[in-house]
């Protein structure tokens, strides 16, 4: 069964330190992995994913398959980071995607 | 506007009530879904349309029922709903229904049911 857990609800660290948010996934195919991120009073936003292999806001996330994880990571953390983030997983030609529970990311001055 | 917008924002709806809502995408794309997103639960795929063919229904209960008369409009229509329906309902669309398709979320509708 297709799955993703994301085993933090929040997550508080201080301004300049790093992040890691975790993400465990499910999947007996290929996977496609995505963090979306939804900042206070915006929309739900496509932050990054797997396949394009691409640092956004300084995030970067590797999909390791022997772990079954897509863990979310930022050398130092800023003040703006601070927003729900989802762990995300598709199959490349599903049309069903579905959701971790999410993350809070509070960044603290 | 732009992007995918959603009417009304806000809802409140007896049991007995009957009503829609509407989400509309300006981005030329041709899937477009619903979410529900509850306080204590993770964001829960209910309908994905493909070229207004609903290619996913995700086991959802049949007083919510869901219409796309075209690639641009999606509804979903609301009736004799329970006070557990309440929660935030997402459209979104993507260019195609495939699974690696960045999804485009509206703002939600906040429903509550009494």
């Known amino acids: 069964a297709q799955r993703v857990t994301q085993p933090e609800k929040l997550l508080s660290v201080f301004k300049g330190a790093p992040v890691e948010l975790k993400c465990n996934y499910s999947?007996?195919?290929?996977?496609?992995l995505f963090w979306y991120v939804q900042y206070s009073r915006q929309r739900l936003q496509l932050l990054l994913r797997?396949?394009s292999r691409e640092s956004i806001k300084g995030f970067t996330a590797d999909l390791n398959k022997g772990e079954t994880s897509f863990h979310l990571k930022k050398p130092f953390a800023q003040e703006e980071d601070s927003a729900m983030y989802y762990c995300?997983?598709?199959?490349?030609?599903?049309?069903?995607?579905?959701f971790g529970s999410g993350t809070r990311l509070s960044i603290r001055p | 506007e732009t992007g995918v917008t959603q009417t009304p924002r806000h809802l409140v709806m007896g049991m007995t009530n009957k009503k829609s809502l509407k989400c509309e995408q300006h981005?030329?794309?041709?899937?477009m879904y619903w979410y529900k997103q509850s306080a204590k639960k993770p964001l829960e795929l209910m309908f994905v349309?493909?070229?207004?063919?609903?290619?996913e229904n995700n086991s959802v209960p049949s007083r919510f029922s869901p219409e796309c008369p075209n690639s641009s409009h999606l509804f979903l229509h609301l009736h004799t709903l329970q006070p557990e329906d309440s929660a935030l309902y997402l459209c979104?669309?993507?260019?195609?229904?495939?699974?690696?398709?960045?999804?485009?979320f509206g703002p939600g509708t906040r429903l509550t049911v009494l």
């Open positions: 979104a669309s993507s260019q195609t229904s495939g699974g690696a398709n960045e999804q485009f």
């Open positions: 999947y007996s195919g290929s996977p496609e």
């Open positions: 797997h396949i």
């Open positions: 995300a997983l598709s199959g490349s030609s599903a049309s069903k995607i579905i």
């Open positions: 981005l030329g794309h041709n899937a």
């Open positions: 349309y493909s070229l207004e063919e609903r290619v």
